[in-house]
């Protein structure tokens, strides 16, 4: 029996120098890094079943085993290096540095030619969202945390359901944790009108290993030319009509041109990750061209190693900014305590 003991308390040290070894290797914060180490050797057996569940970004081990088809490269006519920023930034010339840092964080390039138009509040965003898909010819696909199971949901539910009965190819990613902020859930009315619609992390064991691994995405793109993006949720909330006492403020862009490609990319990679499904071809990807004179790159933020990518730039921005710095932000938390 003290054998089985002495051999019980050996794979338990190495299972906890195996896990602390993953957890130097992988773990950015040297905080959170020495918290579970922490964990690992006062609490061993329980802290390696702890680190399994919650401590591992599978998000990023399964990304990073896919063969990424869209790192998007763009045509020649449309490709910007930071020396075609001179002219732009003629007086402002210190943010060159602030487009060196997005390049080296983000695998996405700049590109030129883009249109961008911005909307206040659900009231100006969702008629031109709903617009847009009433359109569609070839393709509709949606991402979003939050599904909501009232009139505004159920108007993007409807124009959804006659994109598909027009014979447009439709997708629809819905966050699992998100898709409960109201019941009956979303999803199934979307399945019983026939869009095809996927949860992000639906079922356990791995619901509960990534519970700390949402997709607070917001994505619209039509044909793949036209793109919505910003922090809207599809939901009632936004609405500040008829003088909602509870409503949520915020922003949306609509963007045209070949940024447009970029956003369809990390749309096709969620939806892959989520299906097994990988969207390719000119239905989801057509040649694009010049729609403005703004210059952008997408920069993909979470759930997965890119997580931290968005607080590097912000980070690099307040470091260069020379004159005023002004935030936007429902959430200030501290994340040293």
Not at 35 to 57: D, E, K, M, S
Not at 96 to 119: C, F, H, I
Not at 138 to 150: P, R
Not at 277 to 290: I, Q, R, S, V, Y
Request: net charge positive; glycine share 8%; hydrophobic share 45%.
């Amino acid at each position: 029996m003290e054998l089985w003991y002495s051999i019980a308390a050996a794979l338990v040290s190495v299972l906890a120098l195996i896990a602390s070894g993953h957890v130097i290797l992988t773990k950015r914060d040297p905080r959170a890094a020495m918290a579970w180490v922490g964990l690992l050797f006062l609490v061993p057996l329980l802290g390696a079943i702890l680190y399994y569940l919650f401590g591992i970004n599978r998000i990023r081990h399964r990304a990073s085993a896919l063969n990424r088809r869209y790192l998007e490269r763009p045509d020649p006519e449309f490709a910007c290096t930071t020396s075609d920023l001179i002219e732009p930034l003629q007086h402002a010339p210190h943010l060159n540095g602030l487009a060196e840092v997005t390049e080296r964080v983000s695998v996405r390039p700049m590109v030129m030619g883009n249109a961008v138009d911005y909307y206040v509040d659900g009231d100006h965003a969702y008629p031109e969202m709903l617009a847009a898909i009433n359109e569609a010819e070839e393709s509709v696909t949606l991402a979003t945390y939050i599904f909501g199971n009232d009139r505004i949901g159920q108007a993007f539910a409807l124009a959804l359901r006659r994109a598909v009965q027009r014979g447009v190819e439709v997708r629809v990613l819905i966050d699992n944790a998100g898709e409960r902020y109201t019941w009956p859930s979303m999803v199934g009315e979307l399945e019983r009108m026939g869009v095809p619609v996927a949860r992000f992390f639906p079922k356990l064991p791995a619901r509960l290993i990534g519970m700390n691994l949402r997709n607070h995405r917001k994505l619209l793109v039509v044909d793949g030319q036209v793109g919505f993006t910003g922090g809207m949720n599809i939901r009632v909330n936004h609405m500040l009509d008829a003088g909602r006492r509870r409503a949520t403020r915020d922003i949306h862009f609509k963007l045209k041109g070949p940024i447009v490609r970029q956003l369809q990319a990390v749309f096709s990679d969620d939806w892959g990750f989520a299906t097994g499904e990988w969207l390719d071809g000119p239905t989801w990807f057509p040649e694009l061209k010049a729609e403005g004179k703004v210059i952008a790159r997408g920069l993909r933020a979470g759930p997965d190693e890119n997580l931290r990518k968005l607080e590097w730039v912000m980070l690099a921005a307040i470091s260069m900014a020379r004159h005023n710095i002004r935030i936007m932000t429902p959430y200030f938390c501290r994340t040293d305590i």
